[in-house]
């Protein structure tokens, strides 16, 4: 018995997790364009993405200088 098995039968609140697709809709919503990662630039989405950039780039600048002095 798999593990996906038994948490479909069991499920999660009131939602279960279904079987695994064994055609290729996950590679076409990979392949979309609008799919899978996409960023959407015209809404507070793209502040988001920006400001934790800036967020992620000072903290490895700055424990990259405290690591090295």
Known sequence: MGAFSQISKSGIGSASIGNIPKNDSALKLVNNKAGLGAISWTTGETWGVLIS??????MA????NRYYK
């Open 61 to 64: 600048v700055t424990l990259f």
């Open 53 to 58: 950039g800036a967020i992620v780039g000072v």
